[in-house]
C-alpha cells in the first residue's frame, strides 16, 4: 500500500488521487485506510472492521522526477485489482515491472524536447534561423540537466546549470551572431524547464483542500521558476545585455 | 491564408506539448492526443485573441477546452486525465511576458536615474502581472473541469467496466 502511495506521490499525481487509489487498493481486501499525506512522507493506518487488528506505517517519498507512466499504470491497475481480485504477490509484481518499464530512449527525448524549444520559438513569432538556435540551445541545456542529475546534485542547482547553459548558447548567438531580434530564440530555449507539474498540481490540491500539501508543491514550483531566472540572469550578466 | 496560418501554429503547439509529453514519460498510446489537444488548446486561445479577447480570457478558454476534452481522453484511453492535460497546456505557457518582467525587474535596480524610470516600471508591472494571471488562468482552466466531473466520472466508468 504505502509503495503504491510514495510511488505515485513522488511520480507526479495530486494528493486526492493517491487517497483515492490507496483506498481503492484497500477496500478490494477489504480493509479501510486512513491516511496523512505529505510531500515528502506518508503515514498510513490499515483497519479491518471484524477484527482487532491494527496496522500502522510510515514511509517517505524518494525525490525522483515526474513520471507519468508509473501514475497511469498503478492507476489502471487498482481497477483491475478491484474486478480481477488480484492477490497481494500479483500487485508487487506489477510494481516491480512498472518500475522497471524502460523510459523513453535518451536521443529520442532530447531530440523531441529540443524540437519542442524550436516550436516555442516559433510561437513567438520567431524566425527559422532562432528556431535552429533555439533547437541547439535546448538540446545543450537538456543534456546538461540529465548529466547533473546523474551525479546528484541539488535539483535546484542542475536547474540553474540546464538554464545557464541553455541561454549561454542562445546569447552567444545573439550578441555576436544576428544582432538584434534574437531575443526570441533567448527566451524559448530556457523554457523547457518550466515547472509545469508542480504549479498545475499545487493548484489542484489547493482547490481540494490539501492546502498544506499545493502550498509545498507551489513553492517548490517557484523555487525551479527561480533557479531558472538566475540562470538567465547568469548568462545576461557575462554578456551585458 | 487564415487558415494556414493557424494550422501552421496548431502544428508548432503541438510539436512543443510533444517534447514535454516525452519528458514527462507519458505512455505511448497517450502521446498523439496529447498532440491534438495542445494544438486544438492553442489555436483556440490564438484565434480569440485575433477577433479581440483579452489573452487572458482566451488562456482560460484554451485551458479549459483542454481540460474538459482530456477527461474525454481519459476514459477512452484509461489514463488519469492529468496525464493529457498537463504536457498540453504547457505551450501556452507566457514565456516572453516573463522574460519581459525579468528584463524589466533588473533595469528598475540597476539604473534608477534612468530618464524613463516610470515607463519602465508601468511596462515591468503590467509584464509581469500578465505573466502571473496567464499562469493562473492555465492552471484553473485544467484543475477545474477535474474537479467537476470526478465524482460523476469515477462511478460512471464503475457501470462501464461492470458492464462489460
Sequence with gaps: ML???TLLMSSGATTNRVRVTVNRVSEAF?????MLITNRAITLALSHDGKQE???????????????????GISRMSWRVVEENWTI??????????????????????????LSGAAFCRLFDGSYVEMLVAFFATFAGLFVRQESVKLEFNPYLCVFF?????????????KFGFGEGMEHAFTASVLFLVPGVPLINSFSDLID???????VRGINGLMIAFAIALGLLGAMAIYRF | MEYLFYLEKGIWFGLAALGFAILFNVPPRTI????ILAAMGGVTRLYLVHSGASILMASLAGASLIGVLSIQASHNKHAPPLVFSIPAVIPMVPG??????????INLSTNPNAPDYTQILTGTISNGLNAIFILMALAVGVAVPMLITRKTSAKHIKIVKKGN
Excluded at chain 1, 477489504?30 to 486512513?34: A, I, L, M, S, V
Excluded at chain 1, 500479483?90 to 523531441?112: G, H, N
Design chain 1, 30 to 34: 477489504g480493509y479501510n485506510t486512513e
Design chain 1, 3 to 5: 509503495e503504491i502511495g
Design chain 1, 162 to 174: 540546464a538554464s545557464f547553459t541553455a541561454s549561454m548558447i542562445s546569447g552567444f548567438f545573439r
Design chain 2, 32 to 35: 498523439l492526443i496529447v498532440s
Design chain 1, 54 to 72: 491494527f496496522f500502522n506505517s510510515l514511509k517517505r517519498t524518494s525525490p525522483h522526477g515526474v513520471n507519468f507512466k508509473i501514475v497511469s
Design chain 2, 96 to 105: 516572453v511576458f516573463a522574460y519581459q518582467a525579468i528584463l524589466g525587474l
Design chain 1, 209 to 215: 483542500g490539501n492546502i498544506l500539501n499545493g502550498t
Design chain 1, 89 to 114: 504477490s500479483q500487485i508487487k509484481s506489477e510494481i516491480t515491472r512498472l518500475k522497471a518499464l524502460p523510459p523513453y530512449p535518451r536521443l529520442l527525448v532530447l531530440a523531441l524536447v529540443s
